[in-house]
């Protein structure tokens, strides 16, 4: 009888002593898990601080004088400023380029403003040759900033685009929109109306190139050059082996849509070597391309503008009175 | 045959017992470069964001809080694996976290997206011919084997969690 007692005390400890190894263990093992947890937090609380102290502030100041050069582009600087010289290539559609916006759209506004930059405006269309509708709204967006810069409020207008951006492959700028983010801005009922009827016509030029020019003339390229050829040349190229062979562009002669083309065909030809133009956004000072880590950073950008020498816009200020109406 | 040969081996230890540990910190040490290096490629956080939102899954403002914090985490789990702390924890989280980045690929590739998936830096629309769902796929599901690993047989030298008396 005693010793079978002992026996199951003897069992009954053992048993606990099994018990308290497998808790001690799991102590262990959530204390080791909540250290990781901590860790994990602590890294991404420090690093989203850090990473977020980076954000540039809105900038609701006054904004420098806009002039609208003669390729389209417009250039943000009060008269006579000498400063580094920061081109800004952007396509209204491209997603990169908003983000470049919200980063550091109001940091190019303050720094022109207090005349330590001349802020050089370059609209383009990388996506007019894409598929229907990214091409559209891309050109859409393109061809109502500039008639927006005739109205002298390109800056303000390329921020109401870039805030109501489409989402990339569905249908947005329409004319309706476009025509009411003009009218939130401040201008007179007058320069509403001209606006409204430019972009009408502009829009029908955008939907003729999309939907029916370019369509018939990649097929009709492919045919007759090859996929091949056709992937390594630039739209404007294509336009130009078009006009040789039946597909004459002149309806877009004299309209924004074809100017922002052509813009965007210059572009690529402009710089060489490292610098060349591959893609949007594409940030230069004084001609030199600026890589990601300083073009979409807050303290990267400044750094680069208050490092440079003074520069000079290589466009000439559209003349007066050469405007349409 | 092969397995009367290796099954005994597992079961009662001794080669594998040597092996594995070394196995464990290789894939450690694999890992912790591949998510560090994802993290790093992923900066600036503007970039990333675009990244994110070309899933066209998240309203704005949660994808600029992933595009963030994704790179953040990503580094964490690193150095974590690095100094092998909550091994098995942090090897079943890495292995989740490619499940659901392959998730996203997939819903991609469902939705008809033509994207880069942003894995190391990059991301945003591309052409339809050059989007690489497969082997984006196919490197997470490699990844997700290593984190898998680690998650099983968390035991591995050079590790805190030796020092804090676990997995020994």
Known sequence: ?325 | MDTTDETPALVSGSRWDTVQPWITFVCRLALAGILGYSAFSKYPPALSVQAVEAYDLFPHELARLIGYTLPLFELALAVLLLVGLATRFTGAVATLLMLVFIAGIVSAMARGLSIDCGCFGGGGAVDPEETTYGLSITRDIGFAALGAFIALWPRSPLALDRALGLFR
């Open chain 1, 1 to 325: 009888m005693g010793s079978e007692t002992r026996k199951r005390a003897r069992e009954h400890l053992k048993e606990q002593r099994a018990k308290e190894k497998k808790a001690a263990a799991l102590r262990k093992n959530l204390i080791v898990v909540g250290a990781a947890a901590a860790v994990v937090l602590l890294i991404v609380v420090i690093g989203y601080a850090v990473l977020n102290s980076d954000r540039g502030e809105g900038y609701t100041g006054p904004i420098a004088a806009q002039t609208v050069q003669e390729d389209g582009s417009v250039v943000m600087a009060d008269d006579g400023v000498q400063a580094p010289v920061v081109e800004v290539y952007a396509d209204y559609q491209c997603p990169a380029c908003r983000q470049f916006e919200i980063t550091n759209g109001g940091l190019l506004k303050e720094r022109a403003a207090r005349g330590e930059a001349i802020v050089h405006f370059r609209p383009v269309s990388i996506f007019a040759q894409q598929q229907v509708p990214i091409s559209g709204n891309s050109l859409r967006g393109g061809a109502a900033a500039r008639i927006a810069a005739d109205h002298g409020v390109f800056v303000e207008y390329n921020d109401e685009l870039f805030e109501n951006q489409p989402t990339e492959g569905r249908e947005g700028f329409s004319t309706d929109q476009l025509k009411g983010w003009f009218a939130e801005l401040e201008t007179s009922p007058g320069q509403q109306e001209e606006f409204g009827a430019r972009l009408d016509e502009e829009a029908a030029v955008v939907t003729e190139f999309t939907e029916e020019f370019l369509p018939a003339l990649t097929q009709d390229a492919v045919d007759r050059i090859g996929q091949e050829t056709l992937g390594t040349m630039v739209l404007t190229d294509l336009l130009a082996w078009g006009a040789d062979n039946g597909h004459d562009p002149a309806f877009l002669e004299g309209t924004y849509t074809g100017e922002i083309i052509e813009a965007t065909g210059n572009a690529y030809t402009r710089y060489s070597g490292d610098d060349a133009f591959g893609g949007t956004p594409s940030i230069y000072i004084n001609g030199t391309l600026l890589d990601n880590n300083t073009a979409m950073t807050v303290r990267g950008l400044s750094e680069a503008i208050a490092s440079a020498d003074p520069g000079k816009v290589e466009t000439q200020p559209l003349g007066d009175g050469g405007d349409e109406e």
